[in-house]
């Protein structure tokens, strides 16, 4: 793998040359440019070695045949949670993984992902990473509201993101955690999502009455978006409220709106997903590609984690 400081500091020395010698523009672009084009080396390097631990491409038509054979069936609503570097080099990337997913659910189906947008958020309550709180103000007024078009997903990967921009999918109207979907429930799934981000009137709970299944494809439990449905429903004694807030287009003009929610809290998820596991035998696991892929059916696992958080979550011990 080639050193990523070579591309700092070909970008440090232009930065040099730009202060001290007036004649370096042409220098410091010739520097940008090399710096660009190791990035791209870096790229073609990852996908290089994604290649040598792929036996053969993965194509729409064996991800098809693994999600037939790990027990996806036509007409399900699924909620879908990806890597797409887990499943093996895939000709078609992403695209390919979408055309699959639709083909075996088929037109009577539902296809479901999480398209959040978390950065259109308070940036005093940022802390992965955190900004300098000289910068709070000037993120607060210049930063975009949320446009279902437009906002980019952060985080949940780039099938989610090149999933969302078919003309087909549905963008539910959240500003932080939106939810995409495609196929029969599309418009059922992503309408009148409230502000209360994962509780009774989110994508998650359309999801729980339709008796929709989640598809981990390359990620685990700790990705699980579902279980925060479970949080909203259980009652135990540290549960808290928070007064979350976003940018938001209201009768044309950007606002913050804010807004009373649950504190989430995911730490737990991985546990709760493999007791839910073990406990029921209703998870089903087998290879995507090369990716370890888990389905299970989402009604039954809200309603084992609505009884774990119960019993197992705890009331803090300090209130700081
Ligand atoms: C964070 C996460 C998305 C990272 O997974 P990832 O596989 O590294 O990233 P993506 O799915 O975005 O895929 C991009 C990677 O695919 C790889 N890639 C590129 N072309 C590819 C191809 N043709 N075939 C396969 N992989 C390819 C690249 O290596 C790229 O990684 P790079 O940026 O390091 O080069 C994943 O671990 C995860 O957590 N997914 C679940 C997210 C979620 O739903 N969370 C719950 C809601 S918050």
Same mark, same amino acid.
């Given at each position: 793998m080639r050193d990523k400081? +070579? *591309? +700092?500091?070909? *970008?440090?020395?232009? !930065?040099? !040359?730009?202060?001290? #010698?007036?004649?370096? *523009?042409? =220098?410091?672009? /010739?520097? *940008?440019?090399?710096? =660009?084009?190791?990035?791209?080396? @870096?790229? !073609?390097?990852?996908?290089?070695? @994604?290649?040598?631990?792929? #036996?053969?491409?993965?194509?729409?038509?064996?991800?098809?045949?693994? @999600? /037939? !054979? @790990? /027990?996806v069936k036509p007409a399900t609503t699924l909620l879908v949670h990806s890597s797409l570097s887990s499943l093996g080099w895939v000709c078609g990337g992403p695209a390919a993984v979408i055309l699959a997913l639709e083909h075996v659910v088929g037109p009577a189906g539902t296809l479901v992902m999480p398209t959040h947008s978390s950065d259109l958020s308070d940036p005093a309550r940022w802390t992965s990473p955190p900004v300098p709180e000289s910068w709070w103000a000037t993120i607060r007024a210049e930063m975009p509201p949320f446009d279902p078009d437009l906002t980019p997903c952060r985080r949940v990967g780039v099938i989610a993101e090149c999933f969302r921009k078919q003309q087909t999918v549905r963008r539910s109207w959240h500003p932080q955690v939106s939810f995409a979907a495609w196929g029969l429930r599309a418009e059922e799934v992503t309408r009148d999502h409230s502000l209360a981000r994962f509780g009774e009137r989110s994508p998650l709970a359309k999801v729980y009455d339709a008796d929709g299944w989640v598809l981990l494809l390359g990620v685990t439990h700790a990705s699980n978006t579902s279980l925060h449905l479970a949080e909203y429903r259980a009652a135990w004694p540290g549960k808290r409220t928070v007064r979350p807030s976003a940018p938001m287009m209201v009768d044309g003009n950007k606002r913050w709106i804010d807004w009373d929610d649950i504190e989430i809290d995911d730490h737990d998820f991985a546990t709760i997903g493999d007791r839910f596991a073990h406990q029921s035998g209703l998870q089903r696991e087998g290879l995507v590609g090369q990716a370890t892929a888990m389905l299970l059916p989402q009604r039954p696992l809200v309603d084992f984690a609505v009884t774990w958080m119960a019993e197992h979550r705890k009331a803090p011990t300090s209130d700081t």
């Open positions: 400081s +070579v *591309v +700092v500091s070909l *970008v440090r020395a232009g !930065a040099h !040359a730009s202060t001290e #010698q007036p004649s370096s *523009v042409p =220098v410091l672009a /010739g520097l *940008v440019e090399m710096a =660009v084009t190791s990035e791209n080396a @870096l790229m !073609a390097e990852r996908e290089g070695e @994604l290649i040598e631990r792929t #036996q053969q491409p993965i194509t729409v038509r064996s991800l098809a045949h693994d @999600l /037939g !054979a @790990l /027990g």
